[in-house]
């Protein structure tokens, strides 16, 4: 049961950070609704997925889980830092180059999720 709680986490994650890359790619950027949505993404990571200890899981998988959560937890960071920075930008280039890090960053977020969710089991 843990671990589909798990499973599901992982989805509610994924389904903001898909949310998140359609609004820092639109043409008309809303950095209020990209904060928010952001915000919330972290939310979920903190609240769903790092309050449960890996050790209460039964999978084989932990030492992956360990390193993937690490690297969502360090990019969610960096991320935040990114999005800091492009809302304060005002010159065209940038811009871009902060758009450019903020994409980056959404996207490896994003494989991360779909790794973990690809390599647990459903049950």
Do not use: W
């Amino acid at each position: 049961m843990l671990l589909k709680f798990y499973h599901q986490s992982y989805e509610e994650l994924l389904v903001k950070l898909l949310e998140l890359q359609k609004l820092v790619i639109a043409e008309d950027r809303d950095m209020i609704a990209i904060t928010t949505i952001y915000e919330q993404t972290q939310t979920i990571f903190q609240d769903q997925i790092l309050s449960i200890s890996l050790d209460e899981l039964d999978c084989s998988a932990i030492s992956l889980l360990r390193s993937a959560q690490t690297e969502i937890y360090k990019n969610l960071r960096l991320l935040g830092t990114e999005l800091l920075f492009l809302g304060s930008s005002r010159q065209g280039e940038t811009t871009k180059k902060r758009l450019e890090k903020v994409q980056g960053k959404v996207e490896e977020l994003i494989e991360y999720c779909r790794a973990i969710i690809n390599h647990l089991p459903q049950d």
